[in-house]
Structures are given as structure tokens and as C-alpha cells.
């Protein structure tokens, strides 16, 4: 049997989650306190994910700044990096409203990238 | 020189600041928000990461995301906001600036101070050394990084596990740098458990603990640090030096409320959380000046700053109406034991419910917190895991209050 922790990332509360696996499977969570922590414990046991942020360059009045994004969603740990890959490459224009769609299918993730912030 | 009324004058326009305005706009008319920058949000512009609005939206949302939310607000308000205006000193409650313009008198009924921190710096923690390009706080990086579109280095240690430090570790190595290792003094890690989940461990970065940098090497930009690891004291201990090659140093170690502007209007400060001492309504030791949010003490996350914001905006106004009574109760609440401080230390108003925030000073894996009025007891919490970078909040029903001392143990 092996032994995994883990913090629960549904809430602040940040509930250290103890997660027992034999053969690869799943035996026992302990440490939540809400059933929330039961289904984030099997997904960061099969399938991580985490949201990406990051900037990317916006052109306002001919200048250029950094505009916050973010996955809309988050997307599996594996394709943090094909995210950032994506993310490089692209330029937007002004004006961006906060929670536009900014790119589609980021780094191959079926996931959107969206604005974080309005510029005017 | 421009000269102005308002009914209640914050200064910052962070986080702290916004909710403080929107919030004392309910009760009166003329509010103004000053702001050094040139946009408001403070700095949650540069928190890019998630994990914000948690508890206050019910929903996760990014630091640009969160202060968008109220930028809007206060941008669809009668809140006049003064940008690039930078506040001199606060003196018999005018509030006194300068922006491209000039000189700006805004004369107050109330002020509510809402200037928010500043990082603490190398020459605060003395690491011994020669003084080279590259080594910067982690908060600057995160500047350069977010907003300046600069990057800080190639090569990086991280000296402090502070949530900023963390963050940052995580952030330069999505940008494709080296980040080698986050290095802190301390036997126990400063950050939230989930930051050295999910910044740390998902990216192998490795964080070592009670160990210190205690060398910086490099003539003009650092070529490398020497860390040690440290004895219970904290003390370097000799013979474990190591040399690490790196160009970027980040410090993360704690923050300072920034209480300049405070300071010229004769409040009182705390020695321990660098912040004003206030009473329940957070009220300073200066009569119609508030304090909230980070200048008056560091907060781990956004959504209570608000919270406590909201409250002091509300009281100003009401003081600026001139709703409030003289106070006759006073009770004093002190912090004893491993609890570091406790907010507010006095409490002058017991017609609404009182909250207690506090901190402790060390880890306690099980502890019990007790409030104590005049040695008897009269709030008891729930054995649970006491950790300093966790503010916990008590709350005390008005009846259980009356004339004596307060005293809140964690045992």
C-alpha cells in the first residue's frame, strides 16, 4: 500500500488530503472535510489539472503591454507546458473585455484562454 | 492649488481601498479614492495566479479579475478617483498630495487608510556579501515578469517560502527559466500547504528548510550564493556551506504595512504587526482616521481584506455623519502565548458582534483557542492545526462582553 498527500485546492481551507492506493487504485482518502475533497482526491490521483495563468502582449494606441490570461478551465497537468507554448506566440489588440476569449483550443487542451483584465 | 471637500477621503486604491470607498458611498455622497499609480487595483495587477475571490465571489477568479470587479464599481460610482496623485502627509484631517497638477488639499470628515505593504528587503534580513545586480525581491520579479513584460534572470534561488516566493518559483519556470531552489530559515514552510503543492512539487522544485543564504558572491551581477543550514537559534551552522551557481536572487521574506502617511498623522502604531492599533471599528488612535486591509495588517487572502475594508469604509461614513456616540466601554484584548497578535486591541463599540482576528507565532499541529475576559473564559474553539501563515478569526456575541480584559490563548 502507498501513501499520498495532498492539498485540496476546492477551497482555502486547503485540506491536507491522505490518500491510500493499492495497485494503482485508490483504497482511502482521509483529511476532508467536505465530500468536495473526495472528488478532487480522485482526480489529482488519475488525471490532474491546474489552471494556467500568464500574459500575453497587447497593442493599445501602437504600444504594447501584457495582458493577464487565464484557461477558462482547468486543463490536464500534462499540457501546462503545450499551454505556455501556445501562449507565447500570441498577440491581441486593444480593446479586450475581462473574461473575453482571447484563444481557442489552447496548446491542444479543448480548453479557451480568456482575458483577465478589460483594456480599453 | 486645488482645494476639496469629501465626506470621507481614502488613501490607496488596491483592493483595501475600492471596497472601503464603495462601501462608505452607501451612507454618504462625497467620496474620493487617491492613487500613486496610473490605473487602481494595486497589486493585485500584478497577481496574475488564481485563487482569489474564493470566499467573497464564491467563485476563483484571477488578482487582475478581482480588481476588475470593483475597478468597474467604482468606475460606474460617484467616487472621485485622483490617479498618479501621491499623498504627502495627512494633517488635521486634510489630506495632502501632489500629482502633475500640483498640490491637492482634500479636507475630510474621515480618512480611511488603505496604503496596503511593501516587501521586506536584503538590507532588512543583512546577508553578508558584495552587492551585484540580481539580487531583488519577489514581488519586484513578479513586476518585471507580469506587468513590464522583463525577465529578471536565468539561473534562480528563491530565498524565503512566503506565498510571493512560491508563486514566483512557479511563474519563471512556466517562462522557461532555471528556478533551482527555494531555500527558508524556518524548520516549517511559510506558504499555504497548497502553494507548495502546486508551485513547488508539480515543477520538482525542491524547498529545504531551516537553511539560509549566507553569502551573496558576484562583482557586477551575481554569479552565485552560499547557503548554510541553520542551528535552533537560526544561527548558520559552519562546515555545511554550499555554493550554488545562480544569476537571480528572490527574496521572499515578509511583508511591511507601508505607514509613512500614517506616521504624519500621529497614529499610533503596533510594534509587532507594523500597523496602526485600532479598536473594533478600526478606529485609529487619531479620531476619524480608519485603517484597513494590509497596512494595517498582512492578510493571506484578498477576500478578507475586502471584508475588513467594507467595515472601515462603513464606519467612516458613519463618523462622517456624525453618527457615532462617545464610547464608554474599553476593553483591552491582548494576545499570550504562541498567539503573535491579535486585532483590534481595544473594544469600544459592543452593540454588534465582535471579531477577533489572530496569528500565531510557530506551528501547533493541535492547539485550542480560548478568550479569556478577566481570566474566565468565555469562547472556547475546536482542537484544530494552528499555522502563522493562517489568520483565524473568533467571533464574540456582545452579551459575553463587558467591562475587564481580553486575553486570547492558543493552548
Known amino acids: 500500500m502507498k501513501t499520498l498527500t495532498m492539498a485540496c485546492t476546492t477551497c482555502p481551507a486547503s485540506c491536507k488530503l491522505i490518500v491510500k492506493t493499492e495497485n494503482g487504485e485508490i483504497v482511502e482518502i482521509s483529511g476532508n472535510t467536505c465530500p468536495r475533497g473526495i472528488a478532487f482526491a480522485q482526480k489529482e490521483y488519475t488525471d490532474p489539472e491546474r489552471l494556467v495563468t500568464s500574459t500575453v502582449l497587447i497593442e493599445k494606441d501602437g504600444k504594447e503591454f501584457l495582458l493577464p490570461v487565464r484557461t477558462k478551465t482547468p486543463v490536464s497537468k500534462k499540457l501546462v507546458f503545450d499551454v505556455m507554448e501556445d501562449i507565447r506566440k500570441i498577440k491581441v489588440k486593444a480593446p479586450v473585455r475581462v473574461g473575453e476569449v482571447v484563444y481557442e483550443n489552447i496548446g491542444n487542451s479543448s480548453c479557451e484562454l480568456i482575458a483577465c483584465k478589460t483594456v480599453v | 492649488m486645488t482645494e476639496k471637500d469629501f465626506d470621507v477621503v481614502v488613501i490607496g486604491g488596491g483592493p483595501a481601498g475600492m471596497a472601503a470607498a464603495l462601501e462608505a458611498l452607501k451612507s454618504v455622497k462625497k467620496v474620493a479614492i487617491v492613487e500613486r499609480n496610473d490605473e487602481l487595483g494595486g497589486i493585485l495587477n500584478q497577481c496574475i495566479h488564481s485563487g482569489f475571490g474564493l470566499q467573497y465571489f464564491n467563485e476563483e477568479l484571477t488578482g487582475p479579475e478581482y ?38 488639499k482634500l479636507k475630510a470628515k474621515a480618512i480611511v487608510l488603505a496604503m496596503g505593504c511593501r516587501e521586506r528587503t536584503r538590507g ?21 515578469t507580469n506587468l513590464e513584460n522583463l525577465k529578471p534572470g536565468n539561473r534562480v534561488v528563491i530565498l524565503g517560502s512566503g506565498d510571493i516566493g512560491l508563486i514566483m518559483a512557479r511563474r519563471l519556470k512556466l517562462e ?40 551573496v558572491i558576484g562583482s557586477k551581477r551575481l554569479q552565485a550564493v ?21 544569476d537571480t536572487l528572490l527574496l521572499s521574506v515578509g511583508l511591511i504595512p507601508e505607514n509613512e502617511v500614517s506616521k504624519t498623522a500621529g497614529v499610533d502604531l503596533s510594534k509587532i504587526t507594523g500597523g496602526p492599533v485600532v479598536s473594533n471599528d ?15 495588517h498582512v492578510h493571506d487572502l484578498v477576500d478578507h481584506v475586502t471584508r475588513e475594508a467594507e467595515e472601515a469604509g462603513r464606519n467612516a461614513a458613519r463618523y462622517a455623519l456624525g453618527e457615532t456616540s462617545e464610547s464608554t466601554t474599553q476593553i483591552p484584548v491582548e494576545a499570550s502565548g504562541p498567539v503573535r497578535y491579535v486585532l483590534p486591541s481595544t473594544i469600544t463599540n459592543t452593540d454588534e458582534k465582535v471579531e477577533l482576528k489572530f496569528r500565531v507565532g510557530s506551528p501547533i499541529e493541535k492547539g485550542k483557542v480560548t478568550v479569556y475576559l478577566n481570566d474566565e473564559p468565555v469562547y472556547e474553539g475546536r482542537e484544530k492545526e494552528f499555522v502563522p501563515s493562517i489568520m483565524e478569526t473568533v467571533t464574540l456575541s456582545p452579551e459575553k462582553l463587558s467591562d475587564g480584559k481580553l486575553r ?3 493552548k
Do not use: W
Request: with cysteine; glycine share 8%.
Open chain 2, 226 to 246: 552560499e547557503v548554510s543550514a541553520v542551528d535552533d537559534n537560526l544561527e548558520p551552522i559552519p562546515g555545511t556551506e554550499e555554493i550554488i551557481p545562480c
Open chain 2, 176 to 215: 522557461g527559466l532555471n528556478v533551482l531552489s527555494v531555500y527558508e530559515i524556518m524548520p516549517y514552510a511559510n506558504g499555504l500547504f497548497r502553494n507548495i503543492k502546486n508551485c513547488l512539487d508539480d515543477f520538482d522544485i525542491p524547498l529545504h528548510l531551516s537553511t539560509t543564504v549566507t553569502k
Open chain 2, 67 to 104: 480588481a476588475q470587479r470593483f475597478i468597474d464599481r467604482v468606475g460606474d460610482s460617484e467616487i472621485e478617483v485622483f490617479l498618479n496623485t501621491m499623498v504627502l502627509e495627512i494633517k488635521d484631517k486634510t489630506v495632502i498630495a501632489m500629482n502633475e497638477e500640483g498640490i491637492l
Open chain 2, 124 to 144: 532588512q534580513i543583512r546577508i553578508p556579501g558584495t552587492r551585484p545586480a540580481g539580487v531583488l525581491t519577489a514581488g519586484l520579479a513578479q513586476r518585471y
Open chain 2, 282 to 296: 478600526l478606529q485609529t488612535s487619531e479620531e476619524g482616521i480608519f485603517a484597513c486591509g494590509n497596512v494595517l
Open chain 2, 408 to 410: 486570547v490563548e492558543v
